[in-house]
């Protein structure tokens, strides 16, 4: 039986942290930005976490 290859598109998306929580970079931060207050823009800048409802289907994407 071949291995189970890695979806290429969260292999770029998401990191793993030690404690086992999954990294992510929150969206809407690439372009029209006029409109959007510094203290947003700021914030989209920082990484976050994988809601834990969302943790499961990000693991399987990423075989772990």
Do not use: Q, Y
């Not at 992510?24 to 510094?38: C, M, N, P």
């Not at 920082?46 to 994407?61: H, L, P, Q």
Request: glycine share 6%; no cysteine.
């Amino acid at each position: 039986m071949p291995k189970v290859k890695t979806k290429s598109s969260a292999k770029k998306r998401f990191a793993l942290t030690g404690t086992g929580k999954i990294k992510r970079k929150h969206a809407f931060k690439s372009h029209i930005l006029t409109k959007k207050s510094t203290k947003r823009k700021r914030n989209l800048t920082k990484t976050g976490f994988v809601n834990v409802a969302d943790e499961g289907r990000v693991r399987d994407m990423l075989r772990i």
